[in-house]
Each structure stands twice: as structure tokens, then as C-alpha cells.
């Protein structure tokens, strides 16, 4: 899977907004132009499009004036684990570093990564190859630097310790300065090669997680694989329908609104919903049981707050929701 071209939460969004006004630029000029408004960055259930994470990082870069690949390289060290909500939950509770690699790529359309990575087995070593071919080359020096940051931060939140690398990649051009990358990478990288990516070690994939887990990590993986399920199957009215319900305030909207909103009347809306074997109740449901769970796993809201966040007028309504959902309270689904 080499695409990044896959819907993704508006946490990258929100990441590159705080690190804009760490640098002086305000929010309203990294969203210029991109479709995504001030509420959605505000709403953590939002959900964008990949080139709409591409128009804020061409703003960014335009505002800023600074060298793209040292830009990327300062905003990857703020993708921590918990910024990826329950993917970064399974990867933290999975058994040995290999196993955490593996779920991670298997559900990689849940991040916000452009550069996919690939990981590749050797005798002695391993690779961790990151495809950039396919990325705008206005913006591939800054997300390429950016998404192996994040890598290298990720894996020295999980490890307690940084990633031993034997030798970092870069398909860019050698900068004047490579201090910084020394400083993120832990060893200089080889500048102007064919491919980007990290080799380590083989033997670190064996190591055991510090936080392993295997019944979080089977819950977290199930989730995992059921979001992204939902994510792929959507086409047609119903997935325009579902992009509706996943901007802010979209659970909020009843059938007519969002009916409205793409040109047509309630009836035909629900008449075109029928005809593709579903409904607008069914994928409101659908959203708020996703939603829920990831919410719920994060364990920084209340069960009340989270009711809200859905769009129940109370939380007894969300709970007998989620009774029927998951046959267990929200509650009870936390221990």
C-alpha cells in the first residue's frame, strides 16, 4: 500500500496549526483556501481529505519562508503516540517490536502519513523504507522529513530509548546544515540516494513492547480493523452522506440538512440510500459506534462528554447506544 491518497482524522491538521503559531503564523492563514474551517480543527471527530492536509502544508510552507526539509523535520518531533488516537493504541500494547510494526503498516490509513512506510527483512538488518515517489514534489522535502521524524519520535516514545539506526536515507539533497538531522536521526544520513528509509538492526524487531499488552492489543487491532472496514466500503450517496456526518457538528445535522446540503430532498436522499442497501439512521450509528470507541480508548473525555461530542441530548441515550452496539457499557468497556 503506497497511496496516501486516504481520508484521514483532522489531528495532522490540527498538529500543523499549533506548530504554525509556535512560529508566528496564524491559523486562519494555514486554512485559507483548504475547505477546512476553524470549527473542524476544533472538533476532534472532524475528518479531512488528503489534499486538504496538502493545501495547509503549501500555506504553511508559503507563510513561513523557511527551508521545507528542516520545516518537516521540527514539526515530525510533534506526532507523539497518543496523536493517532486508537492506531497509536495498538501499536503502544502490541507484544514484540515486530508485531507493532506490522499492525501499524496494516492500518497505516489511519495516520496521517504521506511517505508510506515498508518494512523490509534482512539477515543481519532491516529496513524501514518510506515511498515518497508519489508525492507532490513541491511539498515531498518537507512531508518526507516530517513523516521519518515522526517515525523516529514515535519509536523512541514506545522503546524508552531512540531507534539504534545503522543508517538513515534521505532522497533530498544534502543540506548546509545537517546538525538538526543528526540530532533527530542519531547519525548523520546519507544525502541524494535513490530511496529513503531506515536500516536498524534485525534483531531489535524481536525486543518486547515495554507496554504489551495482548488483550488491549486484540481490542485495539479489532477496532483498528473495523474503522478502517468502514472506511473503505463507503461509495456513492452513502460515503457523501458519511463525509457529511464526519465534519463538525455533522451528528448534530438531521436528514433533511444534510439532504439539502447535496442538492436533494430528504425522500430522494433516503430513496438513493435504500437502492446502495443502507440508511441515514444506519450510518449515523455507524459513525457514533467509531467514533465511541476511539473516544473511549483515548480515556480523555468523559462518558457525558462524549455523549455530546456524538450528538445525544443526554448521556443515558449514548449509553443505551452503545449497550446495543457493543452488549457492555461504556463504562464497563473502559477496564
Not at 185 to 213: C, H, K, W
Not at 265 to 294: I, K, N, P, W
Request: proline share 5%.
Amino acid at each position: 500500500m503506497t497511496d496516501w491518497d486516504f481520508p484521514r482524522g483532522v489531528g495532522g491538521v490540527v498538529l500543523l496549526v499549533d506548530f504554525a503559531s509556535e512560529l508566528g503564523i496564524p491559523a486562519e492563514r494555514v486554512l485559507r483556501g483548504t475547505g477546512i474551517g476553524a470549527d473542524a480543527v476544533r472538533d476532534p471527530l472532524a475528518q479531512v481529505e488528503a489534499h486538504q492536509e496538502l493545501a495547509v502544508v503549501r500555506n504553511l510552507l508559503r507563510a513561513s519562508g523557511a527551508d521545507p526539509a528542516a520545516l518537516g523535520l521540527a514539526a515530525g518531533q510533534r506526532y507523539h503516540a497518543t496523536s493517532y488516537g486508537i492506531w497509536g493504541y495498538a501499536v503502544i500494547s502490541s507484544g514484540t517490536v515486530r508485531d507493532a510494526v506490522e499492525v501499524a503498516l496494516r492500518y497505516v490509513e489511519l495516520t496521517f502519513v504521506f511517505c508510506v512506510p515498508e518494512l523490509r527483512d534482512g539477515t543481519d538488518l532491516a529496513q524501514l523504507c518510506c515511498h515518497d515517489e508519489a508525492v507532490p514534489a513541491d511539498v515531498r522535502p518537507f512531508l518526507l522529513t516530517r513523516d521519518m521524524a515522526a517515525i523516529f519520535t514515535l519509536i523512541r516514545e514506545l522503546l524508552g530509548t531512540p531507534l539504534p539506526a545503522r543508517a538513515v536515507r534521505l532522497r533530498l539533497p544534502e543540506p548546509a546544515d545537517v546538525a538538526p538531522y543528526a540530532d533527530v536521526f542519531g547519525t548523520v544520513p546519507e544525502f541524494g540516494g535513490e530511496s529513503s528509509g531506515v536500516v536498524f538492526p534485525r534483531e531489535l524487531l524481536a525486543r518486547r513492547m515495554p507496554q504489551a499488552n495482548e488483550h488491549t492489543a486484540a481490542l485495539c487491532e479489532q477496532q483498528c480493523r473495523e474503522l478502517l472496514t468502514r472506511r473503505r466500503e463507503r461509495t456513492g450517496v452513502a460515503r457523501l452522506v458519511r463525509d457529511r456526518l464526519l465534519a463538525a457538528e455533522g451528528l448534530r445535522s438531521d436528514m433533511d440538512s444534510i439532504a439539502a446540503g447535496l442538492g436533494m430532498t430528504g425522500r430522494t436522499l433516503r430513496r438513493r440510500l435504500a437502492a446502495e442497501g443502507t440508511s441515514y439512521r444506519a450510518l449515523v450509528d455507524e459513525v457514533r459506534e467509531a467514533f465511541a470507541e476511539e473516544l473511549l480508548a483515548t480515556r480523555a473525555l468523559s462518558v457525558e462528554q462524549i455523549a455530546y461530542r456524538l450528538g445525544y441530548a443526554e448521556a443515558s441515550s449514548f449509553i443505551h447506544a452503545f449497550n446495543r452496539w457493543k452488549g457492555t457499557s461504556p463504562r464497563a468497556s473502559r477496564s
